[in-house]
């Protein structure tokens, strides 16, 4: 019921894609699940939590993963307590386990994640196409989330001033009602010009587009075969010149016929 509650809260329907903090509450749950699923409720308090805790060190989760999934647990508990399945006075008791501090060497601290490179992203430009490059220059740029610029859409631009805005739908805070604008300077807008020429609803960044320009790019000439590569024949030729080899051919490799590449 309370991940029920949790996916209604953000506006995801049962078959739509789970967001990061859906992905970490059903992981803090299924923890809880595999160390207390056979206790009952109320007899789940700070020693109970304290085990699930000890669980996520073990599987070599960080303190700072341990402590969010914790808090999680917790919140399953004071949704219990708002919808009168459990009583206040085990919420107040779970709420005194105190999250681990950096003094506790039980879990491992996350390692600090520093800027990438720039050499190493402008290395994989020409392995890329320009609909995905285009995509990895705006984060570059912007900051913004991938799932944020995916969705951009011409009609979703204000392109009124020096620094364009766009607005998306959907996004990390939406359903806190936050707003969420991306700012688009004048190196951005060059990224996002050649894209703009087509149906203002539609995606900017079109997978399709991405796939048949990479074909284009690295297939062979002659419908995907390597150059001096002879084409197939169609199964009814095959089966002709297996029964019917050519004057003066070896029986053992029949010959068969080439289609001129084109």
Same mark, same amino acid.
Not at 78 to 84: I, K, L, R, S
Not at 86 to 95: C, F, K, M, S, Y
């Given at each position: 019921?309370?991940?029920?509650?949790?996916?209604?809260?953000?506006?995801l329907?049962?078959?739509?894609?789970?967001?990061?903090?859906?992905?970490?509450?059903?992981?803090a749950?299924r923890t809880?699940?595999?160390?207390?699923g056979r206790?009952?409720?109320?007899?789940?308090?700070?020693?109970?939590?304290?085990?699930?805790?000890?669980?996520?060190?073990?599987?070599?989760?960080?303190?700072?993963?341990?402590?969010?999934?914790?808090?999680?647990v917790?919140?399953?508990f004071?949704?219990?307590?708002?919808?009168?399945r459990?009583?206040?006075?085990?919420?107040?008791?779970?709420?005194?386990?105190r999250?681990?501090?950096?003094?506790?060497?039980?879990? $491992? &601290?996350e390692r600090?994640?520093t800027?990438?490179? #720039?050499?190493r +992203?402008d @290395?994989?430009?020409?392995?890329v196409? %320009?609909q995905?490059w285009?995509?990895?220059?705006?984060?570059?740029?912007t900051?913004?989330?991938?799932?944020?610029?995916?969705?951009?859409?011409p009609?979703?631009?204000?392109?009124?001033g020096?620094?364009?805005?766009n607005?998306?739908?959907q996004?990390?805070?939406?359903?806190?009602?936050?707003?969420r604008v991306?700012?688009?300077g004048?190196?951005?807008?060059q990224?996002?010009?050649?894209?703009?020429? $087509? &149906?203002?609803t539609a995606?900017?960044?079109?997978? #399709?587009?991405? +796939?048949? @320009?990479?074909?284009?790019?690295?297939? %062979?000439?002659?419908?995907?075969?390597r150059?001096?590569?002879?084409?197939?024949?169609p199964?009814?030729?095959r089966?002709?010149?297996?029964?019917?080899?050519?004057?003066?051919?070896a029986?053992?490799?029949?010959?068969?016929?080439?289609?001129?590449?084109?």
């Open positions: 019921d309370y991940w029920r509650h949790e996916r209604a809260r953000r506006g329907a049962e078959e739509s894609r789970l967001t990061s903090h859906l992905q970490n509450i059903r992981s749950l809880c699940r595999s160390v207390a206790e009952r409720v109320n007899d789940f308090g700070p020693a109970m939590l304290k085990a699930v805790r000890a669980a996520m060190i073990e599987r070599d989760n960080t303190r700072r993963t341990i402590n969010r999934h914790t808090a999680m917790v919140a399953m004071a949704w219990a307590v708002e919808e009168e459990g009583g206040p006075e085990q919420l107040v008791a779970l709420r005194a386990v999250p681990l501090g950096r003094s506790d060497k039980a879990a $491992r &601290e600090r994640v800027p990438v490179d #720039r050499a +992203v @290395a994989i430009r020409p392995h196409a %320009p995905v285009g995509l990895i220059e705006l984060q570059w740029l900051g913004a989330r991938m799932g944020e610029l995916v969705t951009m859409r009609i979703d631009l204000e392109t009124t020096a620094v364009w805005q607005r998306p739908a996004h990390k805070g939406s359903h806190r009602g936050h707003d991306i700012a688009l004048p190196r951005s807008q990224v996002v010009c050649p894209f703009l020429s $087509r &149906e203002v995606p900017l960044f079109r997978p #399709r587009e991405a +796939v048949n @320009a990479r074909k284009a790019v690295h297939s %062979p000439p002659g419908g995907g075969r150059l001096g590569q002879p084409t197939a024949p199964e009814s030729a089966r002709v010149g297996a029964a019917y080899p050519p004057t003066g051919a029986t053992s490799q029949p010959s068969m016929p080439n289609k001129t590449a084109t």
